[in-house]
């Protein structure tokens, strides 16, 4: 084994209309399973996953926020110091496709101004109710400039392949002051000591 | 966010260990991600005696004499350099001299690079790796110990060289010990130092010998063969394996390693060749000198591996022909087990593994649950207590802290008619938490609740710490009452506030019913500008209170100022409910909560000028709005009267009054916010002298008369009051008191 290179962490947000999945697609990556019974998020939760991009080894936090209304003004608090949001719409109900531009408005006044956005059409198993085409997914997408991808966190497509393009998008933008420092850069504990005892 | 803030350091560290973690468990695996394959490595040793190699006496005998080509050559060098030089100086011909010998006599069987070399003075370890394989080789380092003169010096000791080969991690020693028949123990200590103090530091984690998985020694050990020269050269007489076994009885290593006191655990194979020590320099003869040493094997290859490793040697031989040095060299062939990565495997593992990881620590994330998230408060008014409450159970695998902390930008973790016990704490694993939710509208927010500017709801953020965020909605609706509304709108009010008590109560009356009360009569219809709560409340302690001590002073029981509200809310007849004291805190509850206090916000200031100045304090009530004017005027009445002796007293100890005082003239909060910034001394001398001037402006309302001061009646018996037009009380009995005329309006 070469030089070990360092870990990088990354905090990514899932945010969208309550009920979309947002919870699922993390479970479905965390522990790579889905459970069918919906538990609304009532709060602030996270998961941990380290993955592996570029040679490089990623840590991502992953943060689930509540979707309902009511919570909206406490949780876009937790919008700043994300890196990567991934903003969820259900393919089968219209209503959270159509909130897409609020919650982007939502990023817009509330995350950190260069953090990369990433929008997911949700439950694209569900052909037979699908009430939004990928093709007004891909144009919304195209209009503001984010990347795109239809998932299904029941079905595990492209679950995975989207929290690795919104990572790979972080890690391109090259050195930021959220990653962890490289190595070099930390003051040796030994010196600490010292600082400690005179 | 600091609700997230972990410093840099931290995750660095965290990151560090897990690093370690990955290592420990990848190499638990390895079997998963590795195939064994069989190389074939050399291994050789010989004491050179100080001598150059000679071109009339090649190497290949020792290094190239056998059949296939090794991947790795392992050779060992001792006395390279007898120089005492050597023993100061870093350089030496020797090393070049005999690393090339054996680099051109190698190269015959293939392409070598050199993986490593290391001498300490006369002890060299040269590994050389097939240039096909060198790619494999990885995490190369090298470490010497001396154990000669003084215990460290380099004459005597040993150099090593550990590298990893594909998957396995592989040690080479080269060491020379003391020499010496009689010396035993001092080799065996020699071969303990060596094991204790060999590590190789160059790493990102130091390693020591025993931590590989395959160990090779090769070297002069000298140890010897414990007889007598006659007797051993009387038994080299024989052939071969006669001699062999004779010999083989007397060996001191072979004695040494029964006895478990050296090369614990290690292997050798069985020796097929003459004793390699000690011959005449260029000969094949033994020993003829004066010291004349007793032959032995002194030149030894040994190996140690773990469970699961598979090490066979092929060959293990001395070479005659060489006759540079008084040793014969000994070599040796392996087949070597090295786990072969597949690379695929290992990925797959690596995957599996950082999962695993990841799982770990997402179970080690602060755990809770809670067993309600929305509370429904119902319908509450001013000062009616509501308790719930909330359990938080730590359902996770850590202790947790948890803390109701305000969302982003709001100085509170919840809104003031809200109280929080305990709003901080922490739970052991498997244990709960009873919190306890108490809701009171008081005068803090009665106001805002009032007048509809805020809602009976809160979201609360019960953080925990290191984790999640828990939202506790709360939601109620505030029935407004008389306290906490606006005076006008009070005053402007023609029906009950809380209109619906009067079914609740089942004392529904109204104006028309025929066994209205006098009194109610009376406490309904207040003088103009004059809220009917207000007035029912002067009208009640005017007529029934003038007795009590400590009016104002000593509080009222809480549940009789909840009866009090009702009662005022659904404007039920008097008397009110309670004691006077109760009855009297009410009122002081009603003037506080009043969102503009009697004595208007923009009016504080003149006031407090006005305090001096008795004709200056009445043209400033009457800048007053009228209903706080008229209020304000009945409210002095009714103190005149429940204390006649005002003007007796010196207005420093007039303590009531003071604590009146505050509720009636209340400086705005803006105003308030400047005395907060001034420092504390002079802040404490301003309060004070502020407050004697509030008392002073009351004092002077009730040791001074208006002309159109309101009545409050004096009895609220038909029979006690004394006739009008309106059948209102005439004089307050106090009038007799005051020495300067009054008049009256009616």
């Known amino acids: 084994m070469a030089k070990r290179s360092y870990d990088l962490l990354f905090k990514l947000l899932l945010i969208g209309d309550s009920g979309v999945g947002k919870t699922c697609i993390l479970f479905r990556f965390s522990d790579d ?117 239809e998932t299904s966190a029941k079905a595990n497509i492209n679950v995975e392949r989207a929290f690795y393009e919104l990572s790979e998008a972080i890690l391109d933008k090259g050195p930021n002051k959220d990653k962890a420092p490289e190595p070099q850069s930390l003051p040796k504990p030994r010196q600490e000591l010292s600082k400690c005892c005179s | 966010m600091s609700r997230n803030g972990e410093t840099a350091m931290n995750r660095l560290d965290q990151m560090k260990s897990r690093e370690l973690l990955v290592e420990e468990r990848m190499s638990l695996r390895q079997e998963d991600f590795t195939a064994m394959s069989k190389y074939l490595f050399f291994f050789g040793t010989w004491n050179v005696n100080g001598q150059s190699p000679r071109s009339r006496e090649p190497l290949e005998p020792w290094l190239t004499n056998f059949d296939g080509q090794p991947h790795v050559y392992v050779v060992g060098f001792q006395e390279l350099d007898l120089d005492k030089r050597a023993y100061v100086y870093e350089a030496s011909i020797r090393e070049v001299e005999w690393l090339k010998a054996v680099e051109n006599t190698i190269s015959k069987k293939g392409r070598y690079k050199l993986a490593r070399s290391i001498r300490l003075v006369g002890m060299m370890l040269v590994i050389y790796v097939l240039e096909e394989d060198i790619e494999y080789v990885t995490n190369v380092a090298a470490a010497a110990v001396g154990t000669g003169i ?27 010990f003391a020499a010496h028949t009689e010396e035993v123990e001092r080799r065996n200590e020699d071969y303990r130092n060596i094991c204790e103090r060999m590590v190789f530091t160059h790493l990102e984690y130091p390693k020591r010998i025993k931590e590989h998985d395959m160990i090779f020694w090769v070297g002069d050990f000298n140890y010897r063969i414990a007889i007598s020269r006659h007797e051993a050269h009387k038994i080299l007489q024989g052939d071969l394996p006669s001699l062999l076994k004779d010999l083989a009885d007397h ?16 292997k050798e194979g069985k020796i097929k ?66 786990r072969v990565v597949d690379k695929p495997k290992k990925k797959k593992v690596y995957e599996t593994v950082l999962k695993e990881i990841d799982k770990e620590e997402n179970s080690f994330i602060p755990q809770a649950n809670v067993d309600r998230q929305d509370f429904k408060l119902g319908e509450i008014t001013f000062i009616q207590q509501v308790e719930h409450t909330l359990t938080v159970a730590n359902t996770g695998q850590v202790p947790i802290i948890f803390e109701f902390i305000p969302a982003l930008g709001k100085e509170s973790y919840c809104k003031d008619w809200l109280k929080i016990t305990p709003n901080k704490s922490n739970i052991s694993q498997g244990e709960v938490c009873y919190v306890e939710l108490q809701v009171c509208v008081d005068k803090k927010s009665a106001a805002k609740l009032t007048t509809g500017a805020e809602k009976l709801e809160d979201i609360l953020i019960l953080h925990l710490d290191r984790g999640k965020d828990f939202f506790i909605s709360l939601q109620g609706e505030y029935i407004s009452s008389c306290f906490g509304m606006n005076l006008e709108a009070l005053a402007a009010r023609t029906t009950p506030v809380r209109p619906h008590l009067f079914v609740k109560t089942e004392q529904l009356i109204s104006f028309d019913t025929p066994d209205l009360t006098f009194a109610s009569k009376v406490a309904l219809s207040p003088p103009a500008h004059i809220p009917v709560e207000v007035w ?30 009702d009662h005022l809310d659904a404007r039920l007849p008097l008397p009110l409910p309670g004691s006077g004291h109760s009855v009297a805190e009410a009122l002081l509850l009603l003037f506080d909560a009043l969102p503009e206090p009697l004595v208007p916000f923009k009016l504080y200031n003149e006031c407090l000028e006005a ?69 504390a001394i002079g802040k404490g001398a301003m309060k004070q002298a502020i407050s004697r001037k509030k008392t002073a402006f009351l004092h002077m309302f009730l040791v001074n008369r208006l002309d159109d001061e309101p009545i409050i009646p004096s009895s609220l018996s038909q029979t006690g009051a004394a006739t009008s037009d309106n059948g209102l009380a005439a004089l307050p009995q106090s009038r007799s008191v005051v020495t300067f005329p009054v008049t009256f309006t009616d």
Request: proline share 3%.
């Open chain 2, 150 to 176: 003084m215990g460290w010096m380099g004459n005597k000791g040993a150099v090593s060289v550990r590298l990893e080969f594909h998957g396995s991690h592989l040690c080479f020693i080269c060491a020379h």
């Open chain 2, 251 to 266: 060996d001191q290593l072979q004695l040494q390693m029964t006895h478990q006191k050296v090369f614990h655990g290690y």
């Open chain 2, 611 to 679: 305090s001096a100045s008795w004709p200056t304090a009445k043209v400033v009530l009457e800048k007053f709005p009228k209903t706080h004017r008229e209020t304000f005027k009945a409210f002095m009445v009714l103190l005149r009267k429940l204390q006649p002796r005002w003007e007796q007293h010196s207005s420093t100890d007039l303590g009531t009054l003071e604590i009146l005082a505050d509720l009636v003239l209340k400086p705005s909060v803006e105003v308030n916010k400047n005395m907060a910034i001034m420092g």
């Open chain 1, 33 to 149: 399973a889905f459970n069918t019974t919906f538990i609304s998020t009532i709060g602030i939760d996270f998961k941990i996953k380290t993955i592996e991009l570029k040679g490089k080894k990623i840590k991502l936090q992953i943060w689930d926020t509540a979707g309902q209304e009511r919570f909206h003004t406490i949780t876009t608090s937790y919008y700043r110091g994300a890196m990567g949001i991934m903003l969820v719409y259900d393919i089968t109900q219209p209503k959270s496709f159509d909130n897409i531009a609020k919650w982007l408005r939502n990023i817009e006044e509330h995350a950190n101004e260069d953090v990369e956005k990433m929008l997911l059409g949700n439950k694209c198993d569900m052909e037979d109710r699908r009430a939004i085409t990928r093709e007004r997914g891909e144009d919304i997408a195209r209009q503001h400039g984010i990347r795109f991808l």
């Open chain 2, 536 to 565: 029912m409340l002067l009208c009640h302690l005017y007529t029934s209170s003038t007795d009590i001590p400590d009016l104002f002073l000593q509080p009222g029981l809480p549940e009789e100022v909840e009866k009090i509200r």
């Open chain 2, 273 to 338: 060749f003459r004793p390699t020590y000690k011959y005449d320099m260029g000969t094949d003869m033994w020993d003829s000198s004066e010291k004349a040493r007793v032959p032995s094997w002194c030149d030894r290859i040994l190996w140690k591996c773990k469970d699961g490793e598979q090490v066979e040697q092929l060959m293990y031989t001395s070479v005659k022909d060489l006759r540079l040095s008084d040793h014969k060299p000994v070599m040796a062939l392996f087949d070597v087990g090295i």
